[in-house]
């Protein structure tokens, strides 16, 4: 089974409201994330190129590459944890329908991935204000280290704020599995993901039906 999550829609409710416009935020991260790699890969190729064709490497490469990485490895999680883009073990929870049950595990995940979130963020930050106050920096050329140690905590903090929203989405499945679910990934069969991508490629030709044979 693959995951889905519910399609953004304008605010209805408050929880749909917190959740239409907080994915802006996710979505600007995951941007930020995006452009990092495409930045890097960039680099990377002008790295051989250079080195080898004009014996003129980027100066700090690796140091380049530390900081950066950091970026693309955790400015995205939220998003992922929003797309239900995570690993997921789903057999048997896959085959519980959407009841009470169902909608209890999920949260009871949610509660203990928010614990570990919660203990990672003041950890983390604690690193970025070693980092800061003595003034450390890479190896090679002298790249200070607070600005990527600082991200991790925030990252960390937005994926935390997601799972909040995550968990109370599953707490009002649980106290009535009959409403629409909010802000929450939903599970779906392998057919129906496949029917969904082909609708989706479908309508992304834009062919008219009568240029159809």
Request: proline share 5%.
């Amino acid at each position: 089974m693959n995951v889905k999550v519910a399609e953004d829609q304008p605010p209805q409710g408050a929880l749909g409201s917190f959740h239409f416009w907080f994915a802006k935020i996710e979505n600007l991260t995951n941007w930020a994330a995006s452009a990092t790699v495409m930045a890097l890969m960039f680099l990377a190729v002008y790295q051989i190129i250079g080195r080898t064709i004009f014996n003129l490497p980027v100066f700090g490469y690796i140091d380049i590459i530390e900081q950066f990485m950091v970026i693309f490895a955790f400015a995205g999680v939220a998003f992922c944890m929003r797309e239900g883009g995570h690993i997921r073990m789903e057999l048997i929870i896959g085959k519980l329908g959407r009841g009470r049950v169902y909608w209890s595990i999920e949260a009871l995940a949610i509660i203990i991935g928010m614990i570990v979130i919660g203990v990672l963020v003041p950890v983390s930050y604690d690193h970025f204000l070693r980092a800061w106050e003595l003034g450390d920096s890479t190896i090679n050329v002298g790249l200070a280290v607070w600005p990527a140690k600082l991200l991790i905590p925030v990252s960390f903090a937005i994926l935390f704020i997601r799972m909040v929203a995550q968990l109370w989405g599953y707490l009002r499945m649980v106290i009535d599995p009959s409403l629409e679910p909010v802000a929450v990934p939903l599970i779906q069969k392998v057919e129906e993901e496949a029917a969904r991508e082909i609708s989706e490629a479908l309508s992304d030709t834009d062919i008219p039906d009568g240029g159809r044979g």
